[in-house]
């Protein structure tokens, strides 16, 4: 697997030399990021990339992560001639764009003829009235990990990459029993309602969320069933979500891509000795199958840069199938879909080696978890605390979701 991933790179690699417009030797690029020293992706992107570059060093400008918004905000203000900052927050892009920090990258796009489609449309979210401000290349979306194990033992078929929530529903019934639980949902509001915004139209700050409601009816239905483990246990024990799939009772559970490289890290170092695979998360009727959401992060050109062309050359790189190679060989998710990005991502070792799996890394769409919008600090906020209220059955879906509704047009008023 291993000559495999190192073979498809190398072949990337140099693709992207011929493609490459001519650049100066001996160029250094400066790229503002977070944990650069401790982050793999980071580490292997800037290895790729200088393999690839000839006479390009990429110097990784470090700000803490805990700080990172705030502190780019303010080398940006203080007129910092850094090429690339690279985008950890929606919310950021739109305000570097706002105060003139952030270089228009449509004409970029247009000259070289850049080939979005790979982005599934998630880089729409990087876009102001229609023009890009930054380019994708990280998006951890949310897959449906199962224990194969368990589903071999009761004879039950494995979940497929096209599969509805009634479907997933009625077998984590059936997979329950024995001690075993069909599904798992953790306490987190995305565990459960962040589904609505898969669909490719609704948002969490949409101010209705009456499309809520049949997730939330869905969760009970299958916490009255002794399906999945009370929110209210949950909340007492504090079970993290990776301890409690990695015990080995739970058959089916929805979480984001980034817990393929804890699972696999588990599984070589025996805190779990299952087989395992993943899938594409179920789909309301009348939703793509594949379709997901997650967060996303990206990188964008300084407007103050003074290699704007070269700093084009390495987040269009970045963002596309070569940067996509070298961010899934260390087992990291790229923004960019691509088959040859799925077999590199499936070459990682300890990826479980079937196809559904591997079709599972590419989805059809990926939607937002929040959108960037007016107040949507404040909607967080109300959202997540009738989320607790529901979930803890102190109140109804119904009645969560009338609040919902209610204190969140208040707002606008």
Known sequence: ?????????????????????????????????????????????????????????????????????????????????????????IDDIIKWQAQGFAEPLNAYVEKTGYDLSGFVGTEKNYCVEDELYAVPFRSDFWVLYYNKDLFDATGEAYPTNDMTWDAYADLAIKMTGNGNYGTHYHTWLSAVANWTVADGVNTLADKNYDDLLYFYQLYQKLEDAGACMSYADLKAAGLHYSAAFANGNIAMMPMGYWYVSTLIGYNKDGTCNFNWGITAVPHADGVKAGSSFGNLTGSMINSKSENKDLAWDYISWLGGEEGAAATASVGARPAFVSENVAAAMASVDGFPADETSKGALIPSFVGMEWPVAEKVADIKTIVNEEHSLIMAREITPEEGIEEMNERVAELFE
């Open 1 to 89: 697997m291993k000559k495999m991933l190192s073979a498809l790179l190398a072949v990337m690699m140099m693709a992207s030399l011929l493609a490459l417009p001519a650049l100066a030797e001996d160029q250094v690029l400066k790229v503002v990021t977070w944990d650069a020293t401790t982050t793999p992706y980071l580490i292997a992107q800037k290895e790729a990339y200088e393999a690839s570059h000839p006479g390009v060093t990429i110097e990784y400008i470090d700000v803490a992560s805990q700080d990172y918004g705030i502190k780019t905000t303010t080398m940006l203000s203080g007129g910092d001639k850094s090429d690339v900052f690279m985008v950890k927050e």
